[in-house]
């Protein structure tokens, strides 16, 4: 809150398309699509249009004991665009209660088949699944992290597959390997003990866009099968098109035991989450017997608003071939970076579907430590709404930008780049 002191909040009127304005006329170009939810632009008139006939139909009725052609059909069609290996969905209504719901039903699958043992977890160094008491126990990103470590349940946390770790000229698949090697050597001896492990398939985000290849998915998904463990592909940021297919998992021909979905589900409308699983987890519950049953309940689940949301967001993805226009329209931003790529002091300049990140090379420890709190206040002097996570600076647009607003992008985030290296 101090440091809004020096950097005042920005009260946001209104958005169109890619762009948010403030009550003093300014505007911003939100090049991290608010933090990751919003995929086809703020106030879009195709699911705003959805919306509101939903409003006039049903806005909210609890989701037990009852059912809404909303959340039935959403459920059936992610379902499809898995092929039916993810069959069943299980809602709530923000990211860490995904995780949250993941982590207790594969602890509770195994118990009702009898591997009660099966209790602990696996993560990655570097891993982000959000902040509930549950979801930062495999969250490894100190700043979230340390002040609750006391209250937090122990992970196996390994080594993440981040190809930035490439020691002689390894390849990224070679650094995968490397990492799933961790993964084995830990199964080989406690995989009687281990439910599930989570990662984020291809972009570990909130940990700073670490990047790796999709061999590495493959490697879990053979360990996992192998050792009877779960696999739980956390998608909240990377699903919904953001790597460059649906699914972040499908980059690697594979499924995972649970996925779970939010942030761009419901184009960044209204909190929704869900995890996807399959038949034989399913089975796994269904009993006469209630303590068999997975009990886990919120107020808004699978809300009927933010499931119109979500179908009207897939709508958008089937009628306009968005994964098609995606890659055209990333091209065109990867062009215009182009000369931030080489800058020289720009360092692992990355990409993966729609998300562009790069490390300032940043000596000054004392620039290091207020990097991302001036390149925030200088983007906002220059229009932009842009948030590096410590020194590395991203961005991860809505899928809606103009030719315009692709150069404007490129061209406002080097002026800031420039502005906050050299200060
Ligand atoms: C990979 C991942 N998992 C989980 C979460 C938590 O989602 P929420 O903020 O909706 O609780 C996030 C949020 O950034 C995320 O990036």
């Not at 594969?106 to 979801?135: D, I």
């Not at 597959?161 to 650094?175: C, F, H, K, L, N």
């Not at 098609?324 to 579907?353: D, M």
Request: charged share 20%; aromatic share 10%; net charge negative.
């Amino acid at each position: 809150m101090q440091h809004h002191e020096t950097v005042p909040l920005v009260a946001v009127q209104r958005g169109s398309g890619p762009w948010l304005y403030d009550h003093d006329g300014n505007r911003y170009l939100d090049a991290i699509s608010s933090w990751w939810v919003n995929l086809f632009g703020h106030a879009n008139p195709r699911i705003n249009d959805a919306l509101k006939q939903q409003l006039d139909t049903l806005e909210h009725a609890m989701l037990a004991g009852f059912t809404h052609e909303p959340v039935v059909v959403l459920s059936e069609k992610l379902s499809a665009l898995t092929d039916g290996a993810l069959g069943h969905c299980f809602y709530a209504s923000d990211g860490s209660s995904a995780v949250e719901i993941a982590l207790k039903m594969s602890f509770h699958s195994w118990r009702n088949q009898g591997l009660g043992s099966k209790q602990e977890f696996v993560c990655l160094k570097g891993g982000y699944h959000g902040e509930t008491v549950g979801a930062l126990g495999v969250t490894d990103v100190p700043i979230f992290r340390d002040a609750y470590d006391a209250l937090l349940k122990p992970a196996h946390t390994l080594m993440s597959p981040d190809a930035r770790q490439s020691i002689e000229g390894e390849s990224a698949d070679q650094v995968a390997l490397r990492a799933a090697k961790e993964l084995e050597t830990l199964l080989l001896e406690r995989a009687a003990h281990i439910s599930a492990v989570i990662i984020e398939p291809l972009v570990q985000c909130a940990g700073g866009m670490a990047m790796h290849s999709p061999v590495y998915l493959q490697e879990v998904r053979r360990l996992c099968t192998d050792f009877n463990v779960h696999f739980i592909a956390d998608e909240i940021a990377v699903g919904c098109g953001r790597t460059g297919h649906f699914f972040a998992c499908q980059h690697a021909g594979v499924w995972p035991d649970f996925l779970c979905l939010s942030k761009g589900i419901s184009g960044g409308y209204l909190p929704l989450s869900l995890v996807m699983t399959r038949n034989d987890v399913y089975a796994s519950f269904y009993s006469d017997s209630i303590a068999r049953g997975f009990l886990h309940s919120h107020s808004y689940t699978g809300n009927p608003l933010a499931c119109r949301a979500a179908l009207a967001t897939l709508e958008i993805f089937e009628q306009d071939d968005v994964l098609a226009q995606n890659r055209v329209l990333a091209k065109r931003i990867s062009n215009e970076l182009a000369p931030l790529a080489t800058h020289e002091k720009v360092g692992h300049f990355r990409q993966q579907g729609m998300v562009w990140a790069f490390d300032a090379k940043v000596e000054d420890t004392k620039l290091a430590a207020t990097f991302s709190l001036r390149f925030f206040a200088s983007a906002l002097k220059h229009e932009l709404l842009v948030r590096p996570i410590g020194t590395t600076v991203y961005v991860m647009p809505p899928y809606v930008l103009s030719d315009s607003d692709a150069g404007f992008l490129a061209e406002r985030l080097q002026t800031v780049f420039d502005e906050v290296i050299r200060a």
